[in-house]
């Protein structure tokens, strides 16, 4: 029986993996190899080049084409017998080489960069390749790793983690040695723990891998993925029945043609012949290259818009769809953090309604927003590496949510270098998970410092005692901090990330120990809210679709208000009774939600199992299901869809199960 790593302690944890902090030693990780097998995951083998040719036989059309060569051979029709022949060879040429130009593409198109692991081995820190790793290695993990096998933490500092193709999550989790969790708790929230194909976006740590390759998180969705069987299209569902049909009609003719040569006393074999004969006549050779012609036309139109398709009947599929259930993190957003508004003054951080600046408005006139952003852009870690070249060929180095911030304060016309040139630093505390907050330390002028802070805003506030609003300082008090606090909770509503900026005035000569220490006494600035923008076709899409009578659902493994807020903002309604969350998913029937998913639209904190059943359950409606999605977690559902449409920037395994 697997172990449920998340709920035991350390020391446990040690031991059912037979290691020590110390990490193995090479004989042992080498005898652990050799008994568990390398740390990879299973992968299909891809088909020959040979067998994707004899696959564009595959069809009963072409069985009965074949078979009426057969014939046309023996009654020496030869012309019958070329000329079949020739439209069975242009059809299965054109057929192979479009899906072999497309799955080459895809090749292609792999990142072939083998995963590095730093391991303590022999006592000794060591680099190694992460097939090599086995259970019981002690792995550390810095900013920008992927993670490279499912891992427990045994310490860290300040440890965030992407964990969007793995769970759907757009925001990165924190991550820290907890002592257990329940064994309920699910995998987005088992902070005690680290799993493969994830990436470090802050932080540090030290794990201790419990699961390698099949065992792990990702190799249980590869699992599923392996047992997902691929439906028919529905052409390929009419090319059977067709298929059927004409093989009754020719069955018929030459039974009719048989008896009626019989009762009228003619030769059985010229009777025979002849009723071959006419059934040749009745085959439809012409169908099969007229619809290959039409489905590679379509294939590139499809790529003229940058879309690569694998399969040729994935062209007609795309047609027939009636339901497109679409992942939300990387595919109906950019999948990356962008300052939306900016509050500051009465009229936004007191009023009722959100009406803070957007980012792509222009704040140069706006001096308190100009604040807030001169805050964000000196507190922070982030660079541009090439400031001389253009907006669109920046390289920004540094956090995600520290690039979004940069950005906004450069597009607003604050140069970051600039800025600490006029204002030097003195001293600076970096963010982490213990502060929930970044500050910096500036001179001001020969007599003042400058105190720059920006975090958690209910963190910020709890160390504020004035307010700059409305061009003045005023004090902050209870029935304000109140209000604060309310518009914060509304901001979280919308799905929006929320950080506060505050900063204070110090003499000169003000002697302190500890940066922390001074990070008090502060007046707050303003609120800045962020979030995972729309791709920019986003909208256009979802109304294109609807007019063309295609329904829309959301499937995310995302928090329910994050994705209500991404549902409102594309036109989905998003009301309390159209959606619904993975745990209610797991108490009702397939029975049941057959019913449910007729007026459901959003499916949140759904797991790729749950995403089968939604897809399955709108199949078993007679829907035409095509699946959007760019993680690991989407591949099951992509592969068991109609048509799977994975997205350019999504993962392999994604790209692999799409059609």
């Known amino acids: 029986m697997q172990t449920n790593w998340h709920t035991i302690s350390l020391s446990e944890v040690f031991s059912e993996a037979e290691s020590r902090k110390g990490g193995l030693n090479s004989?042992?990780?080498?005898?652990?190899?050799?008994?568990?097998?390398?740390?990879?995951?299973?992968?299909?083998?891809?088909?020959?080049?040979?067998?994707?040719?004899?696959?564009?036989?595959?069809?009963?059309?072409?069985?009965?084409?074949?078979?009426?060569?057969?014939?046309?051979?023996?009654?020496?029709?030869?012309?019958?017998?070329?000329?079949?022949?020739?439209?069975?060879l242009i059809n299965t040429t054109v057929g192979f080489y479009q899906e072999n130009k497309a799955n080459q593409s895809l090749l292609a198109l792999k990142k072939m960069v083998k995963v590095r692991a730093r391991v303590l081995r022999d006592g000794y820190e060591k680099e190694i390749d992460s097939e090599e790793l086995v259970i019981g290695d002690i792995v550390f993990l810095k900013h920008g790793d992927k993670v490279p096998a499912d891992g427990r933490i045994v310490e860290s500092r300040g440890l965030k983690l992407n964990e969007a193709s793995l769970t759907g999550e757009s925001q990165a989790v924190e991550k820290k040695a907890e002592d257990v969790l329940s064994e309920s708790t699910p995998l987005p929230e088992r902070t005690n723990s680290v799993f493969m194909g994830t990436i470090v976006e802050e932080g540090w740590a030290m794990m201790i891998v419990v699961a390698t390759g099949i065992n792990t998180q990702i190799g249980d969705i590869v699992s599923l993925l392996k047992k997902t069987k691929e439906r028919k299209t529905p052409l390929q569902k009419k090319i059977v029945s067709l298929s059927r049909w004409v093989g009754i009609f020719i069955l018929s003719i030459v039974v009719?043609?048989?008896?009626?040569?019989?009762?009228?006393?003619?030769?059985?074999?010229?009777?025979?012949?002849?009723?071959?004969?006419?059934?040749?006549?009745?085959?439809?050779?012409?169908?099969?290259?007229?619809?290959?012609?039409?489905?590679?036309?379509?294939?590139?139109?499809?790529?003229?818009?940058?879309?690569?398709?694998?399969k040729l009947s994935a062209t007609e599929t795309l047609g027939s769809v009636t339901i497109i259930c679409t992942d939300k993190t990387g595919t109906l957003t950019e999948g990356k953090m962008q300052v939306s508004h900016i509050l500051t003054g009465t009229k936004e951080l007191m009023s009722d309604s959100i009406k803070g600046l957007a980012k792509d408005e222009n704040v140069n006139g706006v001096e308190s927003h100009i604040s807030v952003l001169?805050?964000?852009?000196?507190?922070?870690?982030?660079?541009?590496?090439?400031?001389?070249?253009?907006?669109?060929?920046?390289?920004?180095?540094?956090?995600p949510t520290e690039k979004a911030l940069l950005l906004a304060g450069t597009q607003a016309g604050l140069n970051k270098h600039e800025l600490e040139r006029q204002y030097p630093v003195l001293d600076r505390i970096m963010f982490e998970s213990d502060y929930k907050f970044a500050a910096t330390y500036h001179?001001?002028?020969?007599?003042?410092?400058?105190?720059?802070?920006?975090?958690?805003?209910?963190?910020?506030?709890?160390?504020?005692?004035?307010?700059?609003?409305?061009?003045?300082n005023e004090k902050l008090g209870t029935v304000q901090a109140d209000k604060l606090i309310n518009k914060l909770e509304e901001l979280?509503?919308?799905?929006?990330?929320?950080?506060?900026?505050?900063?204070?005035?110090?003499?000169?000569?003000?002697?302190?120990?500890?940066?922390?220490?001074?990070v008090n006494g502060l007046s707050l600035v303003g609120f800045i809210a962020l979030k995972d923008p729309l791709r920019q076709d986003t909208k256009d899409s979802i109304l294109t679709t609807k007019k063309a009578g295609i329904r829309t659902v959301i499937v995310t493994g995302d928090h329910k208000l994050t994705a209500k807020a991404i549902a409102e903002e594309i036109g989905l309604e998003a009301r309390e009774e159209n959606i619904i969350e993975g745990k209610e998913l797991e108490t009702i029937s397939d029975d049941e939600l057959r019913e449910k998913v007729?007026?459901?639209?959003?499916?949140?904190?759904?797991?790729?199992?749950?995403?089968?059943?939604?897809?399955?359950?709108?199949?078993?409606?007679?829907?035409?299901?095509?699946?959007?999605?760019?993680g690991v977690n989407d591949a099951p559902a992509l592969k068991s869809a109609d048509i799977g449409v994975a997205v350019g920037s999504g993962t392999d395994v994604a790209k692999e199960a799409a059609d």
């Open 598 to 630: 007729k007026h459901i639209s959003i499916y949140a904190r759904v797991s790729p199992r749950h995403k089968l059943r939604i897809v399955d359950a709108f199949q078993s409606n007679g829907e035409v299901v095509a699946m959007l999605g760019d």
């Open 374 to 399: 001169k805050i964000a852009t000196l507190a922070n870690e982030a660079f541009i590496e090439n400031p001389e070249a253009g907006l669109q060929e920046w390289v920004v180095r540094g956090r």
């Open 492 to 518: 979280a509503q919308k799905g929006l990330r929320v950080l506060a900026c505050a900063h204070r005035d110090y003499n000169a000569e003000t002697k302190y120990q500890n940066l922390a220490e001074l």
């Open 443 to 472: 001179r001001k002028n020969d007599k003042q410092n400058v105190l720059y802070i920006i975090g958690a805003p209910e963190e910020i506030i709890a160390r504020c005692v004035g307010l700059d609003i409305d061009g003045k």
């Open 256 to 310: 009719i043609v048989l008896i009626e040569g019989y009762f009228t006393g003619k030769n059985f074999a010229d009777v025979f012949v002849a009723s071959l004969a006419l059934a040749v006549s009745a085959i439809p050779e012409g169908l099969l290259p007229a619809i290959t012609i039409i489905m590679v036309l379509g294939m590139r139109r499809i790529f003229k818009q940058k879309g690569l398709v694998r």
């Open 27 to 88: 004989s042992e990780a080498n005898q652990r190899i050799k008994e568990f097998g390398r740390n990879v995951l299973p992968q299909e083998k891809p088909y020959s080049k040979i067998r994707l040719f004899l696959s564009q036989f595959n069809s009963p059309l072409m069985y009965i084409l074949l078979v009426t060569v057969i014939i046309s051979l023996s009654l020496k029709h030869y012309s019958d017998t070329i000329f079949i022949a020739v439209v069975l």
